[in-house]
């Protein structure tokens, strides 16, 4: 069983940055593909960013390419969200995800998202 734990929300002014931390135990971390995903008030979840268990390419979703970066550190079994240049639309709870073994591919994952997900991180971005 997969466990997922993020920390790191919290709120910021427009323009500033964040990092999430997302500790992965359970499971061997070389086999899964990590993601973040966002639910903001009203709104469906939003595919954010997601990496392959090989931290091969990174892949994102349109409304956040050029200001997050997702990676990942094997040593300490810990997946990471950089977020710069944030915007109040970027208000949401974040979600960390993993999908252990065979990469499913973006578009999946952002139809159905990953098998295993943590409770979730507060991000509040003012104006």
């Known amino acids: 069983q997969v466990q997922l734990v993020e920390s790191g929300g919290g709120s910021v002014q427009a323009g500033g940055s964040l990092r999430l931390s997302c500790q992965v135990s359970?499971?061997?971390?070389?086999?899964?593909?990590m993601g973040w995903f966002r639910r903001a008030p009203g709104k469906e979840r939003e595919f954010v960013a997601a990496?392959?268990?090989?931290?091969?390419?990174?892949y994102y979703g349109d409304s956040v390419k050029g200001r997050f970066a997702i990676s990942r550190d094997i040593n300490k079994k810990t997946a990471y969200l950089q977020m710069n240049n944030l915007k109040p639309e970027d208000t949401a709870v974040y979600f960390c995800?993993?999908?252990?073994?065979?990469?499913?591919?973006?578009?999946?994952?952002?139809?159905?998202?990953?098998?295993?997900w943590g409770e979730g991180t507060q991000v509040t971005v003012s104006p």
């Open positions: 990496i392959p268990k090989n931290g091969g390419n990174s």
């Open positions: 359970g499971h061997t971390f070389s086999d899964i593909n």
């Open positions: 995800a993993a999908d252990p073994g065979h990469w499913g591919g973006t578009v999946w994952y952002e139809t159905y998202g990953m098998e295993y």
